[in-house]
């Protein structure tokens, strides 16, 4: 049977998502933990791979199994096993043929911004005392929407068939001394979100204009694009599919 697990973690101490050699990672620590307690060799497949240091406030994994097990006590005997900075929501049977990562129809992420120095957010948000351009920064926020080829935001080095994304909402909100920038697409390339805020805030800074930003993703040049922001102020923060309701 094949199964779901709903999951959260603060990316900090990790080196991503996906298995890297010799660097901790979740998907590693997640494997070992599931294979402790289900005493089976479990290998979890993720809905994406988040950088170095990206934290997920909603991810999906899944694996498959075929012995009976109570998915709730599992869930509380995970959070007992895991380490503080990863969280179990839930565990659930799927169909066979689901998969998390190809069936997800809408990813939505954050980046988070701070203006004032704030001693508990330096690993979960970025400082950046300079005053922003906010209502500007949301104008060119406007025009990823008109447009499907994002390779001016990507990794230069990536294997992708398509540098295509269709992006549903992206925008800039302000509160005190936070900025949030909100952005959902049906997918996202490597390094997409934080190369796009970077350039937005590019724009915020009165260093390039819309013309310039317009021009940039026409460029399909990731050299024209503007700076990658830090990664721990990046959050992935909800995946949607269509056969699970929130």
């Given at each position: 049977?094949?199964?779901?697990?709903?999951?959260?973690?603060?990316?900090?101490?990790?080196?991503?998502?996906?298995?890297?050699?010799?660097?901790?990672?979740?998907q590693?620590?997640?494997?070992?933990?599931?294979?402790?307690?289900?005493?089976?060799?479990?290998?979890?497949?993720?809905?994406?791979?988040?950088?170095?240091?990206?934290?997920?406030?909603?991810?999906?994994?899944?694996?498959?199994?075929?012995?009976?097990?109570?998915?709730?006590?599992?869930?509380?005997?995970?959070?007992?096993?895991?380490?503080?900075?990863?969280?179990?929501?839930?565990?659930?049977?799927?169909?066979?043929?689901?998969?998390c990562?190809?069936?997800?129809?809408?990813?939505t992420?954050?980046?988070?911004?701070?203006?004032?120095?704030?001693?508990?957010?330096?690993?979960?948000?970025?400082?950046?005392?300079?005053?922003?351009?906010?209502?500007?920064?949301?104008?060119?926020?406007?025009?990823?929407?008109?447009?499907?080829?994002?390779?001016?935001?990507?990794?230069?080095?990536?294997?992708?068939?398509?540098?295509?994304?269709?992006i549903?909402?992206?925008?800039?909100?302000?509160?005190?001394?936070?900025?949030?920038?909100?952005?959902?697409?049906?997918?996202?390339l490597?390094?997409?979100?934080?190369?796009?805020?970077?350039?937005?805030?590019?724009?915020?800074?009165?260093?390039?204009?819309?013309?310039?930003?317009?021009?940039?993703?026409?460029?399909?040049?990731?050299?024209?694009?503007?700076?990658?922001?830090?990664?721990?102020?990046?959050?992935?923060?909800?995946?949607?599919?269509?056969?699970?309701?929130?």
């Open positions: 049977m094949r199964y779901f697990i709903k999951l959260a973690y603060n990316g900090t101490p990790y080196n991503g998502w996906q298995i890297q050699p010799n660097a901790p990672s979740v590693e620590t997640l494997n070992k933990a599931f294979s402790v307690l289900l005493h089976s060799e479990i290998s979890l497949m993720g809905a994406g791979r988040t950088d170095t240091g990206v934290h997920a406030r909603e991810m999906y994994a899944h694996f498959d199994f075929d012995a009976p097990f109570d998915p709730k006590k599992l869930v509380y005997k995970l959070n007992s096993f895991l380490p503080k900075d990863i969280v179990i929501y839930a565990i659930f049977s799927v169909a066979d043929e689901a998969h990562r190809f069936d997800a129809a809408k990813r992420y954050e980046y988070h911004i701070n203006t004032f120095k704030d001693a508990f957010l330096q690993e979960q948000s970025w400082y950046l005392n300079q005053k922003l351009d906010v209502d500007l920064m949301n104008e060119a926020a406007k025009l990823l929407l008109q447009h499907t080829n994002f390779q001016s935001f990507s990794k230069v080095n990536t294997d992708v068939n398509t540098f295509d994304c269709t549903f909402e992206a925008n800039w909100t302000q509160k005190d001394n936070k900025l949030i920038f909100t952005i959902s697409a049906n997918r996202f490597r390094n997409m979100v934080r190369s796009i805020v970077g350039t937005l805030v590019n724009i915020g800074l009165h260093k390039i204009n819309l013309d310039d930003f317009k021009s940039i993703i026409e460029s399909k040049n990731r050299k024209k694009a503007g700076f990658s922001v830090p990664a721990h102020g990046l959050y992935l923060t909800k995946i949607e599919y269509p056969y699970i309701e929130d």
